[in-house]
């Protein structure tokens, strides 16, 4: 079945790159996603790839997707106290026909000062 | 428009009441999602909306949640008889049905059932 795993811890300096990785199962996944959640707060889309291609960049974003491992990272380059969050990485198993979205269990990412 | 919003934000109940949450989703989306997250969990996909039409719903929703979208726009999630277990956030995402179809989720709605 589908499923998407990602390391559930990550602490880095402030200044420093923070990379946070996912694997998923599904080959057949068109769209992968990263979103952020602060505490108690909803889920903020930070930015998605598709599965044609290697690399998007986004201002402070970087994201690297290996289709053949089926693993995807999120680069955060000088990464700020602002960014503590948990990160999730989904997936999207219709290819957008319907979409609904096969979370991971989220890396929490502490960035200390 | 302020993105999808969410009434109540937080709901504590009795086992066995009756609960109803309400989403707003952005106005000119034609999907909308409903997902559940418990502690320490991404969220997980219970049923979604193409305009009024209810055309999925996950194993997870059991029988005693049904969900409504009368008019493709605002929808309501209702559980019935609740148990301690459906204890959660309750989140609301919508989406338009082309290119990415990236999803925008609503602050959610957290339900205590005691």
């Known amino acids: 079945g589908e499923d998407v795993e990602q390391s559930l811890f990550l602490s880095v300096r402030e200044g420093d790159s923070s990379v946070i990785n996912c694997t998923y199962t599904d080959s057949s996944s068109t769209y992968l996603y990263w979103y952020k959640q602060e505490p108690g707060a909803g889920l903020q889309l930070l930015t998605y790839?598709?599965?044609?291609?290697d690399m998007k960049q986004d201002q402070r974003l970087t994201v690297l997707l290996n289709k053949k491992d089926k693993h995807l990272s999120l680069r955060i380059a000088d990464t700020q106290t602002g960014d503590s969050a948990i990160y999730f990485c989904a997936e999207s198993i219709y290819g957008g026909s319907q979409g609904n979205l096969i979370f991971g269990k989220g890396t929490k990412l502490s960035v200390k000062p | 428009d302020t993105g999808v919003s969410q009434d109540p934000r937080h709901k504590i109940t009795k086992r066995g009441q009756n609960v109803t949450f309400r989403c707003d989703p952005i106005s000119e989306h034609n999907r909308l999602y409903w997902y559940r997250q418990t502690l320490g969990q991404g969220p997980e996909f219970l049923t979604y909306?193409?305009?009024?039409?209810?055309?999925?719903k996950s194993r997870l929703l059991s029988d005693r949640f049904s969900a409504e979208r009368p008019k493709g726009s605002f929808s309501t999630l209702e559980i019935q008889r609740t148990e301690q277990g459906d204890s959660a956030m309750y989140l609301c995402?919508?989406?338009?049905?082309?290119?990415?179809?990236?999803?925008?989720f609503g602050p959610g709605t957290r339900l205590t059932v005691l």
């Open positions: 790839i598709f599965s044609n291609m």
């Open positions: 995402a919508s989406s338009l049905a082309s290119g990415a179809n990236e999803q925008f």
């Open positions: 909306f193409q305009n009024e039409a209810q055309l999925e």
